[in-house]
């Protein structure tokens, strides 16, 4: 079948998306809900299009495409429908980048960045409201924000989801889904539990924002490695050089991973094949390892890079800190290192 999107005809199959043949055809359209692998709820309605068959706008990540299908991707309407969609996002959001743990790898971030979102239309400005109407509406707010950070692995904070369902969708054990109703609605766990699963980690992956985020103290892994009386020791695991350059620039990927953890501050780097045993290797460094080099295993801190976040449940006496993909590049960014 063919359809014509932006006037240019595609060859398409049965049963894919509009969205689906954009991204294969190198088409851009902004997406927030949409992730790979995740069954489309068109939440975020960044995605509109128009289509021939009907005046209103649709969501992309839905449309399934069929035969007379004619799409345009830009448009005045559709820019200013989806900057609309994009303020009432980022609405919450504003001013909070400088302090975020995603800042510079943030989803919704980029996509403010790319429609110049400046103008909040949805937050009220100085003068618009009296103080203490501004104080209800922060006790409100705070009100319905759940932080947790008493589980090892998975830090929340619901004050910056976006309720893309994202987490909900992804969790192979189900742990997330809706609490409250209608305006007070929040994604949290069962009774607002601490989360407690079997971190495989792929919540944290998925969301776009800072509401699911790595757990770990930054303060003081940056003291550890800039402190010259210790030395830093990261075992790598397998596969992490690649997933590393991903979350980094076009420019940046030319660097290479032994030489960004260098940089960073790591005095000794193991990488670690599939086939060896990680507990061993990290076990060897603070008991043969030190032995041989005549070092005082308190002095050594060895950090596991690893997309594996329920390791740092098992921190202690052999293991420091776990640093995700994306911790390493906070790191980076926070050492201005590239
Ligand atoms: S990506 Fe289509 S509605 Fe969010």
């Excluded at 595609?10 to 851009?28: F, K, N, S």
């Excluded at 830009?74 to 980022?90: D, F, P, Q, V």
């Excluded at 757990?215 to 210790?230: G, T, V």
């Excluded at 290797?281 to 070092?295: N, P």
Aim: net charge neutral; glycine share 4%; charged share 35%.
């Amino acid at each position: 079948m063919q359809i014509k999107i932006n006037n240019k005809k595609y060859e398409v199959e049965e049963g894919e998306t509009v969205l689906d043949v954009c991204r294969r055809e190198g088409i851009r359209i902004p997406t927030l809900c949409a992730f790979e692998g995740l069954p489309r709820e068109a939440v975020c309605r960044l995605c509109l299009v128009e289509i021939t068959l009907t005046d209103k706008l649709v969501t992309s990540c839905t449309l399934k495409v069929c035969e007379k299908l004619e799409v345009t991707t830009e448009s005045e309407r559709i820019e200013k429908a989806r900057r609309i969609n994009l303020e009432l996002l980022w609405a919450d959001h504003a001013g909070k980048c400088a302090t975020c743990k995603r800042n510079r790898m943030c989803e919704l971030q980029k996509l403010a960045e790319e429609y110049k979102i400046e103008n909040f239309h949805f937050v009220p400005r100085k003068g618009e409201i009296t103080s203490s109407e501004e104080l209800n509406l922060t006790k409100d707010n705070w009100s319905r924000v759940v932080v947790e950070n008493e589980n090892p692995c998975v830090s929340r904070n619901s004050e910056f989801c976006v309720e893309c369902r994202r987490c909900i969708n992804i969790c192979p054990e189900k742990k997330f889904g809706f609490n409250h109703r209608a305006g007070d609605v929040v994604v949290g766990t069962p009774y607002g539990e601490v989360l407690d699963c079997g971190f495989c980690g792929e919540c944290v992956r998925a969301c776009p924002v800072a509401a699911l985020t790595d757990q770990n103290d930054f303060s003081k892994i940056i003291e550890s490695l800039d402190d010259i009386k210790k030395m830093a020791v990261a075992v790598v695991d397998a596969g992490m050089e690649e997933k590393i350059s991903k979350q980094f620039s076009k420019m940046d990927r030319r660097e290479k991973l032994e030489d960004i953890l260098s940089k960073l501050g790591f005095e000794k780097i193991i990488n670690i094949s599939e086939k060896d045993a990680e507990d061993e290797v990290i076990k060897k460094i603070k008991t043969d390892y030190a032995r041989k080099e005549k070092i005082n295993p308190e002095d050594i801190v060895v950090f596991f890079i690893s997309s594996k976040i329920s390791k740092k449940a098992e921190k202690g006496k052999y293991l420091n800190y776990v640093l995700s993909e994306r911790e390493v590049v906070r790191l980076v960014r926070d050492k201005k290192i590239i």
